[in-house]
């Protein structure tokens, strides 16, 4: 069993994180003090190499189709990261498909998703030639059959420009095969109870599979597979494959050519939590594809969105007020908070909180780690320990805030967002500049 209060699990922290003989944390051979002190806080650091690592892992898993869940992280820098590791990209709105598009990433190798696309974000994507579409509602499939049918002329194309890369797009139709997992309400997805997909058990699914094999035998689309996502930060395996169980009676009678999981795969957070590796994910998966009797042809792959970036990336804070409050807790405030991980106080997510002045140090002190928010749960970690010396001015480390943070960054209280660099080798460049007080008025009119 971990001590509660302990020095911080080294395991968690990005793959190239080192203590150095004074106890100072390096990160991708970056002294991260020196970070902070360069590029202010609050700052998130991201240790390229770990990127680089996770996106080959899963390449090596699941083979090419293999896609990164970009809401779990995404900017120019990582959306180019991802397809240079051989990643497709998946994008779940207009917005994500054009960051991955100013990226530079091919169309081809993004999956647009998404419960509400709207017609003109399906006409961007279409447009452009997407690789696939993971089709969500019948009323999507509706705008699909107008929007090929008749193609819209596009903003600021001349009448008779080149036609479209693609009006034949490859669509999946996305099922909720009725399997809940153990993970936080919020964001469990694979219910028959859910906004996402064709309910397995009400019929929704055949209907949509009907209607879109009507469409492929008409020339508008090809339809190309079944596509279901369980949930996230799930843990164990076995809901997968009892996914795999519950459609695949569904599934192979169609004989279609791709499958895919969805993302989902848990990653530990704090000391002693353990999660299983990618390698292990995929082989879980195909075992039950097997035995369920899914023909080895068929492409089966998934969307990792935390289990590629979660762990390669920590938040740098400084600590402003330490606030003993007698009877009661200490209070330790830190320059940042639900703004840039909202997460605590969505799920009550746990973290760690160190200090990377002496990365290995013993974490005897309890305290509350809180933000600058004006408002009580803005904790960034509810009941965490630090070292017996921290004082103001310390810079305080929270690892495993690679997913889910950045991409879910406010402007609460108009606190301007961090910035976000990558180290690697030595060097560190700055993927998104930090917010500046001007960013905050920019679209006032
Ligand atoms: N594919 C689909 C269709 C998804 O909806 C998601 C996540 C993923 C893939 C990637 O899942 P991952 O591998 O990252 O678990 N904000 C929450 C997580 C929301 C996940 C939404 N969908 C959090 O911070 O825990």
Redesign the pocket.
């Known amino acids: 069993m971990p001590v509660p209060t302990g020095p911080v699990d080294l395991g968690l922290l990005p793959a190239t994180a080192a203590v150095a003989a004074d106890g100072r944390l390096w990160i991708g051979a970056c002294d991260v003090l020196d970070l902070a002190e360069i590029h202010g806080t609050p700052l998130f650091v991201y240790d390229e190499a770990h990127l680089r690592a996770a996106c080959r892992e899963a390449v090596a898993a699941w083979g090419d189709g293999v896609?990164y869940?970009t809401?779990?992280f995404l900017c120019v820098a990582m959306a180019k990261l991802a397809h240079e590791e051989g990643m497709c990209l998946?994008v779940?709105t207009g917005g994500e498909l054009h960051v991955a598009l100013t990226a530079g990433v091919p169309p081809d190798r993004l999956v647009l998703?998404g419960n509400n696309k709207s017609t003109e974000e399906l006409a961007a994507a279409l447009s452009v030639g997407v690789g696939r579409i993971?089709v969500d509602s019948f009323d999507e499939i509706d705008r699909i059959e107008c929007l090929v049918a008749d193609p819209p002329a596009l903003e600021g194309g001349p009448e008779d420009a080149e036609p479209p890369v693609r009006w034949r797009p490859r669509v999946l139709a996305?099922i909720t095969p009725g399997v809940e997992v153990h993970?936080?309400e919020?964001?469990r997805?694979g219910q028959e109870d859910s906004k996402?997909g064709f309910g397995l058990a009400s019929g929704a699914a055949a209907l949509a599979v009907e209607r879109l094999a009507a469409l492929d035998a008409a020339g508008i689309v090809e339809f190309v597979g079944i596509?279901a996502?369980l949930?996230?930060?799930?843990f164990a395996l076995d809901p997968f494959a009892q996914a795999i169980d519950v459609l695949a009676g569904f599934f192979a009678p169609l004989g279609l050519p791709e499958l895919?999981v969805?993302?989902?795969?848990?990653v530990a957070y704090v000391n002693g939590e353990e999660a299983p590796p990618m390698a292990q994910w995929a082989l879980s998966v195909r075992a039950a594809c097997r035995r369920a009797g899914i023909p080895d042809s068929v492409r089966v792959t998934?969307?990792?969105?935390?289990?590629?970036v979660?762990a390669a990336g920590v938040t740098l804070y400084r600590v402003g007020t330490v606030k003993d409050v007698p009877g009661h807790r200490t209070y330790v405030s830190v320059d940042g908070g639900m703004s840039d991980n909202?997460?605590p106080v969505?799920?009550g997510?746990g973290y760690e909180a160190f200090l990377p002045r002496e990365a290995g140090a013993p974490r005897p002190v309890p305290i509350r780690l809180v933000g600058k928010h004006c408002e009580t749960g803005d904790v960034v970690v509810a009941e965490g320990f630090v070292p017996e010396d921290l004082v103001v001015g310390d810079v305080l480390c929270t690892p495993v805030t690679g997913?889910?943070?950045h991409?879910?960054a406010s402007n609460y209280n108009k606190v301007p967002r961090p910035a976000v660099v990558f180290v690697a080798d030595g060097t560190v460049r700055t993927a998104v500049r930090r917010e500046s007080l001007d960013d905050l008025v920019r679209l006032d009119v």
Do not use: C, N, W
């Open positions: 896609a869940a809401k779990a998946d779940s998703h993971v996305r993970t936080h919020f964001v997805t996402f596509h996502h949930g996230s930060q799930v895919v969805g993302g989902g795969l848990g998934a969307e990792p969105g935390r289990s590629i979660a909202p997460r969505l799920y997510s997913a889910y943070g991409s879910m």
